[in-house]
């Protein structure tokens, strides 16, 4: 039986190197994306010695060259891609929130939680278009949960709108494209300790990437939705 190929950004660290080692467990072949390409092939080398059949390809999510650059290696060496785990995030706001937020961390936000991950599912869905069950993923956040207040008040903003903005690409991306095999789901992981979420957070990274694998092969039926801990939850 033919190996699934999946794609997972920012796969060098965190959630992102856990969802790589489930998938990979699962008989998956992994391309494990990051921007450094020392630290990202360093993990990925930490998964090759577990036996999973795991690649490394760097990716700058804020590059479009980089972006179709992937695009391309992918139709060269595949044809195809089953999945894209669009997990690549940064929050870089520190304690600032709306009224003292600059515009130059709001856009670089937007250009690396929103934009990249809109580019890259316009490059990939092409070859996905071959495979008979393809699952676009969005690591997203209750942060940008519109009935959960994004986040409360006070600092984050950029983040959440992010996250928010992300969403709505999920809704949108799967409308468009609701005629092919291809389903587009959000996944909140959860407060998880990361270097993001810090060690203070009461979720592991196997809990917080255990939707988004489920998301990716499991029998979920749906497009256009947001999930938690396996659940439809609310916008």
Request: glycine fraction near 10%; charge should be neutral; proline fraction near 2%.
């Amino acid at each position: 039986m033919k190996r699934k190929i999946a794609i997972i950004t920012g796969a060098n660290r965190g959630i992102g190197f856990e969802i790589a080692k489930q998938l990979g467990k699962l008989g998956v072949t992994v391309i494990m994306t990051a921007r450094k390409e020392d630290q990202g092939r360093a993990t990925c080398d930490k998964l090759k010695k577990e036996g999973l059949d795991v690649h490394f390809h760097q990716l700058e999510m804020t590059n479009e060259s980089s972006i179709h650059k992937l695009a391309d290696d992918m139709q060269e060496q595949f044809g195809v891609v089953d999945i894209l785990v669009n997990n690549a995030g940064i929050n870089i706001d520190g304690n600032k929130d709306t009224t003292n937020i600059d515009l130059d961390t709001v856009r670089t936000t937007m250009e690396t939680n929103v934009y990249g991950p809109l580019l890259l599912s316009q490059v990939l869905i092409p070859l996905m278009q071959s495979s008979a069950d393809g699952r676009i993923v969005n690591v997203s956040s209750s942060m940008g949960a519109l009935n959960e207040g994004m986040g409360g008040y006070g600092g984050n903003f950029a983040y959440s709108m992010s996250k928010t903005a992300l969403n709505a690409l999920t809704i949108k991306l799967a409308g468009d494209i609701s005629s092919s095999r291809i389903t587009v789901n959000s996944m909140c992981p959860g407060w998880v300790r990361t270097d993001m979420g810090t060690a203070a957070a009461p979720r592991s990274v196997e809990q917080g990437a255990d939707t988004a694998v489920w998301l990716a092969t499991g029998d979920v039926g749906m497009t256009g939705k947001f999930f938690r801990d396996r659940e439809v939850i609310s916008w």
